[in-house]
């Protein structure tokens, strides 16, 4: 199979899996006391897990400013030393945060705060440009994102940022964006084997711009670890107060609607010898040439398996067929 992937009009060619940091950025909170990470983390092995994700052919590192409320783009920095030119930095903006306290403290969709937030992340990163820089509020009205067009515009010309894109599921606001930055090379959304947004792979294709996977195995429930008995989550991880957000969990354990729908699919996703994580990758690896999955990893063995799916390549077009069948009435509900 091809192992790399190009991040749409940028022309930037990483590996066909990347690595997402939020969790590795430790806690954040809410003034409400709503947790915005996945807890408690180890910065060596996350050091460690970076590492064995270069070595197994990534290159695609995706953080956000208010991971950890900056950590992650810390630990990131601290772990890319002396390896930068082996790495592509996407980074985000536009959620404030307080290292000091890691506290959320509210939204800034200005020309301003976006300048003065890759300034931070550059220093954090420990580099003097990052690669692709991305709007990180989902909702925002998409003429709020176009009056940020031209200072984007203005980072690519003096040499801080390569590209940018916007995080976020509407198809229409994505569309908006594209027509307007001529630098604009990805959309990040949510998408996964449970959650297909075909029409923002249409405006993907229609603008060449690269599909990054947010939520790849749909935060945990795509893997082996919620296949058994349910597995609460912390007070501090996301996951367990999840917000409306977040579909897939409910009171800290997996939601039973969603975590049938897994079901229903585990055999054909691990029918070759893969495992469901792997499958589940290797179905967006089958979706379409642009999706590029970014799942989150924080150790070497979750490293390992998600790098694992490059031996297998794309599901098998009868077992992609298969899934659909299987989950036709979730596509038909979301469509």
């Not at 420990?126 to 984007?152: I, K, M």
């Not at 975590?259 to 585990?266: E, F, I, K, P, S």
């Amino acid at each position: 199979m091809t192992t790399t992937r190009i991040i749409g009009r940028s022309g930037i060619e990483v590996g066909a899996l990347g690595m997402g940091c939020w969790a590795i950025g430790g806690p954040l909170w809410g003034d409400d006391g709503q947790p915005y990470g996945w807890g408690e983390v180890d910065d060596d092995e996350s050091i460690r897990t970076i590492h064995t994700a270069l070595d197994l052919g990534v290159t695609l590192f995706d953080t956000a400013s208010n991971y950890g409320a900056g950590h992650s783009e810390r630990v990131l920095g601290r772990a890319l030393a002396g390896r930068r030119d082996r790495a592509v930095i996407a980074t985000k903006f536009g959620n404030r945060s307080d290292e000091a306290t890691r506290r959320a403290t509210g939204v800034d969709a200005s020309g301003d705060h976006a300048v003065a937030s890759l300034e931070g992340s550059l220093r954090r990163l420990g580099t003097d440009h990052v690669d692709l820089y991305l709007l990180h509020l989902n909702d925002l009205p998409a003429t709020a994102a176009l009056d940020l067009v031209d200072t984007l515009e203005a980072l690519v010309t003096q040499g801080k940022i390569r590209a940018y894109g916007w995080s976020t599921d509407n198809p229409a606001s994505a569309r908006a964006f594209a027509l307007a930055g001529p630098h604009c090379a990805a959309i990040e959304h949510d998408q996964s084997v449970l959650h297909d947004n075909a029409e923002m792979l249409a405006v993907c294709d229609e603008f060449d711009l690269a599909s990054l996977n947010r939520g790849p195995l749909a935060m945990g429930l795509l893997t082996a670890k919620y296949q058994g008995a349910p597995v609460a989550r912390g007070s501090d991880d996301v996951r367990g107060l999840a917000p409306d957000w977040l579909p897939w969990f409910t009171d800290g354990v997996p939601d039973a609607a969603w975590a049938g729908r897994v079901a229903r699919v585990r055999e054909v996703l691990t029918a070759d010898g893969r495992t469901l994580a792997q499958g589940a990758l290797g179905w967006l690896l089958a979706r379409s040439p642009r999706t590029l999955p970014i799942p989150g990893c924080r150790t070497v063995a979750q490293a390992e398996e998600n790098l694992g799916t490059l031996a297998y390549g794309p599901l098998p077009d009868a077992a992609f067929a298969e899934v659909e069948k299987l989950l036709d009435d979730v596509r038909a509900a979301r469509a």
